[in-house]
């Protein structure tokens, strides 16, 4: 399993998937507890606008993609506080929007760009440097911040009305944690792609909620679980030759529905060992 790192585009992607499994084990486990899953699969299919945008300008893709997401984030936010009866419907018009922006700026681009295809699908193995850097950057920054304000984020993931009531500027911490959102989101569409993105943010956290008493522990646990998803989907890609971002949440989707099976197993043993006594 360890000959695929004398390469060093394995050893990139090694990295950048580590990193995406910190980030996203973070910031997905404030996805799941603040149930705002559809609000970040609005940010991931958006910044198909940003790229499409980013290739037809000429920009580095970052820049695109970061800038273009980030303004659609803060708007989804907006709508999320401010129109919540009708927040799915006006997401979904933003999402659908941002995907055309995109589609229409990528047929205005003269020539075809293959690389496209890493955007939707995942390019694990096309990392470059300077991508690894910025994640580690991202990655301590948001370790950063959600240590600094951890009991405040988790007054606000679990009782918005409590966390106002101990001062919390609630409205403020959650455009920033969509904002950093938005940031994830990405980032990781290099490692999965923005059809799967979504996938490595609620997979690992989903399975860890039931399983810690704590969102530090959920967050650990999660970040920890992307990383092994991460590693054995890179094994199989490099084995059998399959596309990695697909094989990365091939791993984390067995695993979800096998926990999934697990569960049920011992609820049904439960049960029936109650109707016996």
């Given at each position: 399993m360890m000959e695929f790192l004398q390469f060093e585009f394995m050893r990139n992607a090694?990295?950048?998937?580590?990193?995406?499994?910190?980030?996203?084990?973070?910031?997905?486990?404030?996805?799941?507890?603040?149930?705002?899953?559809?609000?970040?699969?609005?940010?991931?299919?958006?910044?198909?606008?940003g790229i499409g945008m980013a290739f037809y300008f000429g920009w580095p893709y970052l820049a695109g993609a970061l800038g273009f997401s980030f303004g659609a984030a803060m708007v989804m936010a907006g709508v999320s506080i401010g129109a919540k009866h009708r927040a799915d419907t006006i997401i979904g018009v933003i999402w659908a929007v941002g995907m055309a922006v995109g589609v229409i700026f990528i047929d205005l681009t003269p020539g075809y760009n293959t690389d496209l295809m890493s955007y939707l699908?995942?390019?694990?193995?096309?990392?470059?440097?300077s991508d690894i850097g910025v994640m580690l950057a991202v990655a301590l920054i948001i370790t950063a911040l959600v240590t600094i304000?951890?009991?405040?984020?988790?007054?606000?993931?679990?009782?918005?009305?409590?966390?106002?009531?101990?001062?919390?500027?609630?409205?403020?911490?959650y455009f920033v944690m969509v904002g950093i959102l938005a940031v994830t989101v990405v980032l990781v569409i290099r490692v999965t792609g923005l059809i799967l993105v979504i996938a490595l943010l609620t997979i690992p956290p989903y399975i860890m909620e039931k399983r810690v008493k704590s969102l530090a522990g959920m967050m650990i646990g999660s970040s920890i679980l992307g990383a092994v998803f991460i590693v054995a989907g890179l094994w199989l890609s490099w084995s059998f030759n399959f596309t990695s971002g697909a094989s990365i949440i091939m791993v984390g989707g067995m695993t979800f529905f096998l926990s999934l099976m697990v569960e049920r197993a011992v609820l049904f043993i439960q049960k029936r060992k109650g109707i016996r006594r």
């Open positions: 090694l990295a950048a998937g580590l990193l995406a499994g910190v980030i996203c084990g973070i910031m997905g486990s404030l996805v799941v507890v603040n149930r705002i899953v559809f609000l970040s699969g609005g940010i991931a299919h958006t910044a198909y606008g699908f995942g390019g694990i193995l096309a990392v470059p440097k304000y951890y009991h405040d984020l988790l007054a606000l993931s679990y009782d918005e009305e409590f966390a106002r009531i101990r001062g919390v500027p609630t409205r403020a911490f």
